[in-house]
């Protein structure tokens, strides 16, 4: 791991923490991303176009279909994730219709 990287590491620990006692150092990079999560050129997170400063949304040039997952609005993260996934299930079917298939399968 890069010098730069342990010097916040142990900033943000505290003085009680040295890398020396550090036993396991598992560093993830873009490369890791590639080979063990099988990410698009190592990609990570929303896929902000360069020059605009917004999330990408969840449409697509194909109508009916639409993208959810962390490269999308809001964002990194298992919850995120599955909130991309309400907004374009709330894009399809109203918010009322869904209540009524839950009502109908008994949830
Ligand atoms: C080390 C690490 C720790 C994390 N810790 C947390 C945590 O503690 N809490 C948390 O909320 N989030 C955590 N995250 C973030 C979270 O895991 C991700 O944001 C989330 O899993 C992304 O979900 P996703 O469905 O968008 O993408 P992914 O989970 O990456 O799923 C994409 C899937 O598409 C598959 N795929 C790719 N290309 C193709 C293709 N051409 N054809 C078919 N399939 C393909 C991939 O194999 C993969 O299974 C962590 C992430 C990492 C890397």
């Given at each position: ?24 150092k598992l560093v993830g990079t873009p ?17 902000i176009e360069a020059g605009k400063d ?54």
């Amino acid at each position: 791991m890069g010098q730069v990287m342990w010097k916040a590491v142990e900033r943000s620990l505290g003085p009680g923490f040295s890398r020396d006692k550090c036993e396991v150092k598992l560093v993830g990079t873009p490369l890791t991303h590639q080979r063990f999560l099988r990410r698009n050129r190592g990609t990570y997170g929303p896929a902000i176009e360069a020059g605009k400063d917004s999330f990408p949304g969840h449409p697509t040039p194909i109508p009916q279909l639409y993208c959810c997952g962390d490269s999308t609005f809001p964002g990194i993260g298992v919850p995120a994730v599955a909130a991309s996934g309400a907004i374009v299930a709330n894009s399809l079917v109203s918010v009322s219709q869904h209540s009524q298939l839950l009502d109908a399968v008994g949830i």
